[in-house]
């Protein structure tokens, strides 16, 4: 059974950083681009990031570029996002899914608040 | 960036209704590939997105056929034969043709 299960999630102030973390199972992680996407509370999905199966190929969305990272560890079957400067409106449930949208995780919130 | 506008941005059906939600987009989504990387999901209430349809007309696996997807270049059809109670939630249009991927704005379809 494909699994993605996100982590490291939480309330944070702004212009502080955090490190999401998302474990892949089920299915040979190194052979697919990965992505990260958000929904803020009451809306739509954002797409935010995406990297390629072997780290070559990176994108961000202008909203986050120079913010947030995008990583994985093919080893560890885990894809990252770490996010820095963080603003009140980067608060949203933060999902990573596969390339091509078919297997999603559940999602973790990252509220950013004073 | 590509930008996907859906109509409507809410649906009302009864149970046993067919339903058509429209994904038009800013700009061609026929790759130089020959492959239209246009897809569409779905979010129930409380849960995670879930992939329908891929490329344009192909059903995920165990996706019920009462869903069917249509389209070429920048107008795109998700069908519904048939509402079931289950179907209800958010629906989204998701273009990967350009970088960087863009969703539609969503259509919320609810009972009448």
């Known amino acids: 059974e494909v699994q993605l299960v996100e982590s490291g999630g939480g309330l944070v102030q702004p212009g502080r950083s955090l490190k999401l973390s998302c474990v892949a199972s089920?299915?040979?992680?190194?052979?697919?681009?990965m992505n990260w996407i958000r929904q803020a509370p009451g809306k739509g999905l954002e797409w935010v990031a995406y990297?390629?199966?072997?780290?070559?190929?990176?994108y961000y969305a202008e909203t986050v570029k120079g913010r947030f990272t995008i990583s994985r560890d093919n080893a560890k079957n885990t894809l990252y996002l770490q996010m820095t400067s963080l603003r009140s409106e980067d608060t949203a449930l933060y999902y990573c899914?596969?390339?091509?949208?078919?297997?999603w995780g559940q999602g973790v919130m990252v509220t950013v608040s004073s | 960036d590509v930008v996907l506008t859906q109509t409507p941005p809410t649906l009302s059906a009864t149970i046993g209704q067919s339903v058509s939600i429209s994904c038009r987009s800013s700009q061609s989504l026929l790759h130089s590939n020959g492959n239209t990387y246009l897809h569409w999901l779905l979010q129930r209430p409380g849960q995670s997105p879930q992939l329908l349809i891929y490329l344009v007309s192909r059903l995920e696996s165990g996706v019920p056929n009462r869903f069917s997807g249509s389209g070429s270049g920048t107008d795109f059809t998700l069908k519904i034969s048939g509402v079931e109670a289950e179907d209800l939630g958010v629906y989204y249009c998701v273009q990967g043709t350009h970088a960087p991927p863009t969703f539609g704005g969503g259509t919320k379809l609810e009972l009448k």
């Open positions: 899914a596969t390339g091509s949208f078919d297997y």
């Open positions: 089920g299915f040979t992680f190194s052979n697919y681009g």
């Open positions: 990297i390629s199966s072997g780290s070559s190929y990176i």
